[in-house]
């Protein structure tokens, strides 16, 4: 059954036979998946910049997928200011940008598959019930109807997979942090693929266009690291080759906060694009020469484009003063 949904999936976005320098892509497919809950602020330009870079001089097509799930979280005008500002810094992106408001119907499409295949259920709990559980979900509602009255949530069923993954451990090496091991059960339990509320959840929404969209290597910031195992987990489950993942590390304020839309980070300003991609070579450990940074944005990208190391990459958090 699931086989069948994996079938079913409709590829989209799809690759042009040549990239806009005559070359033929590599096979990379490498994407940018923000949500439009502000402006673009430098954690943010990183993660787009390392994921652009590593597509780019690695042969592949870069993607932007809008994860715009979300409403009650999203700010008016940020997709498009978002958009603005990467084309600003000479980010382009290959095809067209996914909304991922516009794609709910594969959504629906993967939960009927998951529920018909008994690999998905209804949970009537609250969020005090979870909180009550010590915030890991024990699977209590596995194997009772709720009463079709209830607005319920739908949740996957972490189970071991023969030969892949298993529920217990994920191993995988990630392109900057190294080997990671995580414990899928110990970690949340069953996940939410669609909430109380009727949206579907980040972590369905996220795998299913990852698939859709061909995805083969996913470079992010360091927030989602603790997320790449149920992530994996999904890609298993649902039969598809499983992408490589890279988490680079997250710029700080000064005060040891992540720098983040929630916490009103700064936007970036376009009219310093190429100090602002000099900047953000600098903090994914790049080594640009100073001059760089007066230079134009596709000066700046070039050279990135030829000195780009993925090894040179920090370790997992860095310190980054807002000027
Ligand atoms: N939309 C997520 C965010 O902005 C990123 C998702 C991802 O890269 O997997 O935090």
Same mark, same amino acid.
């Given at each position: 059954m699931l086989a069948s949904f994996i079938m079913s999936v409709t590829p989209i976005a799809l690759t042009p036979a040549r990239l806009p320098d005559g070359s033929t892509p590599s096979g990379y497919i490498g994407r940018? *998946?923000?949500?439009?809950?502000?402006p673009l602020h430098f954690g943010s330009l990183v993660s787009a910049l390392a994921s652009y870079l590593d597509a780019k001089a690695n042969g592949g097509l870069w993607r932007v997928r809008m994860e715009d799930l979300d409403p009650p979280r999203e700010q008016a005008g940020? *997709?498009?200011?978002?958009?603005?500002?990467?084309?600003?810094?000479?980010?382009?992106?290959?095809?067209?940008?996914?909304?991922?408001?516009?794609?709910?119907?594969?959504?629906?499409?993967?939960l009927d598959a998951l529920l018909d295949a008994g690999l998905a259920y209804h949970c009537s709990c609250s969020r005090q019930d979870l909180t009550a559980m010590g915030g890991i979900y024990d699977g209590r509602c596995r194997n009772h109807q709720p009463n079709p009255e209830q607005i319920c949530s739908v949740r996957l069923k972490l189970y071991d997979l023969p030969d892949r993954v298993t529920a217990e451990q994920i191993q995988f090496d990630d392109l900057i942090q190294g080997r990671q091991?995580?414990?899928?059960?110990?970690? *949340?339990?069953?996940?939410?693929?669609?909430?109380?509320?009727?949206?579907?959840?980040?972590?369905?929404a996220v795998v299913v266009d990852d698939i859709a969209q061909g995805i083969?290597?996913?470079?992010?910031?360091?927030?989602?690291?603790?997320?790449?195992?149920?992530?994996l987990f999904f890609f298993a489950l649902l039969g598809a080759p499983l992408p490589q993942f890279g988490h680079v590390p997250l710029a700080m304020q000064a005060n040891g906060q992540k720098l983040s839309k929630q916490n009103h980070a700064k936007a970036i300003e376009s009219q310093h694009a190429s100090?602002?991609?000099?900047?953000?070579?600098?903090?994914?450990?790049?080594?640009?020469?100073?001059?760089? *940074?007066?230079a134009s944005t596709?000066?700046?990208?070039?050279?990135?484009?030829?000195?780009?190391?993925?090894?040179?990459i920090h370790g997992l958090s860095h310190l980054h003063q807002e000027e």
């Open positions: 940018f *998946a923000p949500s439009p809950t502000g940020a *997709a498009s200011a978002i958009l603005q500002s990467l084309e600003d810094h000479g980010l382009q992106w290959d095809g067209d940008v996914i909304y991922q408001s516009q794609r709910s119907h594969a959504y629906q499409a993967c091991t995580q414990h899928l059960r110990n970690q *949340a339990g069953d996940q939410i693929l669609q909430r109380r509320d009727g949206f579907y959840a980040y972590q369905l083969t290597h996913i470079i992010r910031g360091s927030d989602l690291l603790e997320v790449t195992g149920r992530q100090r602002n991609l000099w900047r953000g070579l600098a903090f994914l450990g790049q080594n640009p020469p100073s001059d760089l *940074a007066d596709s000066e700046c990208l070039d050279w990135a484009l030829h000195h780009w190391q993925r090894s040179a």
